[in-house]
């Protein structure tokens, strides 16, 4: 049976692929975002989304725990005015983003990385590992209504967005504020169920293999 570990604590990611009908388990990464920036320099959001995905998913490939299953790392960043906004976590930041976010748009990029740590001795067989280290990005421009100071306050005082990249959700309070997504709309969730779907056909595994068995 082919096992799929999702190294990301978010809950919306798991939730997604449950609903998906993915079969999965979660192993958080211990990695440190910012050292990780910081010691490759990646600036653009685009690769950032990506680089911080890969990061997560090869942590936990190296754990034993891993021996035999696919892991999966996706990082989310929202690119904002040119500039990459991760998540806020103070109401002030999220404050200030949300307000110059009022009435405009931005875009939302979401890094898979999928690493295949099944044993490949027994190539060609079924479940033989693929030996597969590889990633996508999946982006999508999210439009904003406009917000009033009092709507944003009282979002904040939830908690919700102070930790979702971008500061807001689609599949949340958030969504109320989103007048329309172009794009793959599971990408602003933080997982797309069609991109994972790519990158298992890259490890020689349909993705039908992870779906609940009669």
Known sequence: MV???LASQSPAR???????????TVLVSDVDEDAVQARYGVTDPHDTALLL???KAEAVAALPEAEGALVLGCDSVFEFDGQAHGKPYTAEVARERML?????AGVLHTGHWLVDCRDTDDAGTDGAG????????????VAFLDMEAEEIDAYIAT??????AGSFTIDGLGGAFIRKV???PHAVVGLSVSTLRGLLAAANVRITDLWPRP
């Open 130 to 141: 693929s030996g597969a280290t590889l990633g996508a990005v999946a982006s999508a421009e």
């Open 53 to 55: 995905a890969r990061a």
């Open 14 to 24: 798991t939730k997604l692929l449950a609903e998906a009908g993915i079969r999965h």
């Open 159 to 164: 908690g919700e967005p102070l930790h979702c």
């Open 100 to 104: 110059r976010m009022s009435g405009n």
């Open 182 to 184: 172009d794009g793959d």
């Open 3 to 5: 096992r799929l570990i």
